[in-house]
């Protein structure tokens, strides 16, 4: 079992920035394998970010490209959600995802899900 504890979730106006943190509970457990999504009232749950092959490679939903980093700290089973330029579309509570083997897609059945943080953009 592993549990996903986030961090980092706020308000702030539109052009601002924060950065999320996903901590994972097993130390054996693979960054890697960890992404992000996010569901904004009224709507599904969506992919935002995740990594990919070849090794160091990233994936992020279009909205969000250019805008959104990605990143992970291996030795500390942590990933990171670095969000610039933010607008007020991109207001949902955002999910830490993981899996136990194979990178986090738009279509992943998902393993474990972190507690969510709310991001707020304000206009």
């Known amino acids: 079992q592993v549990q996903l504890v986030e961090s980092g979730g706020g308000s702030v106006q539109t052009g601002g920035s924060l950065r999320l943190s996903c901590a994972a509970s097993r130390g054996t457990f693979r960054p890697i394998n960890m992404g992000w999504f996010r569901q904004a009232p009224g709507k599904e749950r969506e992919f935002v970010a995740g990594f990919g092959w070849p090794v160091g490679s990233t994936r992020y939903a279009d909205s969000v490209k250019g805008r959104f980093t990605i990143s992970r700290d291996n030795v500390e089973n942590t990933v990171y959600l670095q969000m610039n330029s933010l607008k007020p579309e991109d207001t949902a509570v955002y999910y830490c995802?993981?899996?136990?083997?194979?990178?986090?897609?738009?279509?992943?059945?998902?393993?474990?899900w972190g507690q969510g943080t709310q991001v707020t953009v304000s206009s």
């Open positions: 995802a993981a899996k136990e083997a194979g990178y986090i897609t738009p279509r992943s059945a998902i393993d474990y």
